[in-house]
């Protein structure tokens, strides 16, 4: 039974896992620059500061566990990486209405200081410090994050679609199991069964081979 446990782990070296943990870095700093300030301490900014960090949190750690698990289970794999798109969805929805109540400006994104936060995806070796001259100033801060956060969900996309194609192709270490104990049972082979649909015929779970009609 080779090749049932798919590659797995390596999850430092994606990509949306580097960006979703310099969106955690990056918000953490955020909140505690501008929804902790003596001038905003109501209930309302400390409720929204851990749930800031929390969902930004919840993006970085589930990209990592779902791949800590692809070995075994694509389909959990699928699901957590869900998780964490839809927990960085949250917070961006955070992070606009942050600038919106405090009546700042929400960059376009083909605004010339967006596109140069957008370049510095390219570079290599980035880590929250990349970034940390437009924590500088609230506006800034918040619209930086909304470019990280839409590079990462962009990425997470592209993630989630190639992952439900590879469950589709490969499905989860059950159903490699099961092929396996099939062939070791009854002998499958794809060269037999290729042989018997040329035949018009089939092989049947229990090892029978029926006509494909039947």
Not at 103 to 126: C, E, F, H, M, N
Not at 197 to 209: A, C, I, N, S
Request: hydrophobic share 35%; glycine share 8%; charged share 30%.
């Amino acid at each position: 039974m080779n090749n049932l446990i798919a590659p797995h782990g390596g999850y430092k070296n994606l990509k949306s896992y580097q960006n979703a943990e310099i969106v955690f870095d990056l918000t953490v700093e955020f909140c505690n620059r501008y929804l902790t300030n003596k001038s905003n301490k109501s209930y309302r900014s400390y409720r929204t500061y851990d749930q800031m960090v929390q969902a930004a949190r919840s993006g970085s750690r589930n990209i990592g566990e779902g791949s800590q698990t692809s070995g075994t289970s694509k389909q959990s794999e699928l699901r957590l990486v869900d998780v964490a798109r839809a927990s960085l969805a949250e917070l961006l929805d955070d992070f606009q209405a942050f600038l919106r109540q405090n009546k700042l400006p929400q960059w376009d994104k083909d605004d010339r200081r967006s596109l140069v936060i957008r370049k510095l995806a390219y570079g290599t070796d980035r880590t929250h410090k990349t970034y940390v001259t437009y924590m500088a100033d609230a506006e800034s801060a918040a619209n930086c994050l909304i470019c990280l956060i839409n590079q990462t969900a962009y990425l997470l996309d592209n993630q989630i679609k190639s992952l439900g194609k590879e469950l589709l192709a490969r499905g989860d270490l059950k159903d490699r199991l099961k092929t396996e104990k099939k062939k070791e049972l009854f002998g499958l082979n794809e060269d037999f069964d290729g042989f018997l649909k040329k035949q018009g015929l089939r092989r049947m779970e229990d090892g029978r081979v029926a006509g494909i009609g039947e």
